[in-house]
T-cell receptor
Framework: DTGVSQNPRHKITKRGQNVTFRCDPISEHNRLYWYRQTLGQGPEFLTYFQNEAQLEKSRLLSDRFSAERPKGSFSTLEIQRTEQGDSAMYLC????????????FGQGTRLTVV | QKEVEQNSGPLSVPEGAIASLNCTYSDRGSQSFFWYRQYSGKSPELIMFIYSNGDKEDGRFTAQLNKASQYVSLLIRDSQPSDSATYLCAVTLYGNKLVFGAGTILRVKS
């Protein structure tokens, strides 16, 4: 296990369809984060988990977005009824629980809604 | 006021010069501070982190933190064209989520 893995790397979907992304964190990391990034902006926080518990969800996150981490290992992010505004890079990161430790990112999933 | 602010740039420096990237943050509860580098179309890559006041050096990179001024910076010595990228400043609040600035574009001209 050499890093955070995200699948798929690219996803093109039609407006109104549902999509699901997967993130496999670094194995010893118990924190997992989801971010969204659009062109020219920094990563925008969506939600994060500590083990299987979802500890915080952004107020900006629509009800169409849901994330799970059922066994405290991999996580999925689902977007229902996609809209063109959902087109972005979706980034997953993981870190250990300890204070002052760094978070490492996966390669991201680029979503294009047409 | 944004939680983490950076000048968007672009910051242009000649090859071999020192590039200075700055970041301010609004929440005094911020505990850890990170610099990530992001090439176009790629995910952020961690360069350095710092959580104590002062300087921290790693190779050509030096991070500087001043909690009283709520200011963190990154110096890149002997800048190379391969350093051309967007540099993201991020902070953790109360040991929880990582909050990013919008990033500064750095261009190193050969």
């Amino acid at each position: 296990d050499t890093g955070v893995s995200q699948n798929p790397r690219h996803k093109i979907t039609k407006r109104g369809q549902n999509v699901t992304f997967r993130c496999d964190p670094i194995s010893e990391h118990n924190r997992l984060y989801w971010y969204r990034q659009t062109l020219g902006q920094g990563p925008e926080f969506l939600t994060y988990f500590q083990n299987e518990a979802q500890l915080e969800k952004s107020r900006l996150l629509s009800d169409r977005f849901s994330a799970e981490r059922p066994k405290g290992s991999f996580s999925t992010l689902e977007i229902q009824r996609t809209e063109q505004g959902d087109s972005a890079m979706y980034l997953c990161a993981s870190s250990s629980q300890e204070l002052n430790t760094e978070a490492f990112f996966g390669q991201g999933t680029r979503l294009t809604v047409v | 006021q944004k939680e983490v602010e950076q000048n968007s740039g672009p910051l242009s420096v000649p090859e071999g010069a020192i590039a200075s990237l700055n970041c301010t943050y609004s929440d005094r509860g911020s505990q850890s501070f990170f610099w990530y580098r992001q090439y176009s179309g790629k995910s952020p890559e961690l360069i350095m982190f710092i959580y104590s006041n002062g300087d921290k050096e790693d190779g050509r990179f030096t991070a500087q933190l001043n909690k009283a001024s709520q200011y963190v910076s990154l110096l890149i010595r002997d800048s190379q064209p391969s350093d051309s990228a967007t540099y993201l400043c991020a902070v953790t609040l109360y040991g929880n989520k990582l909050v990013f600035g919008a990033g500064t574009i750095l261009r190193v001209k050969s």
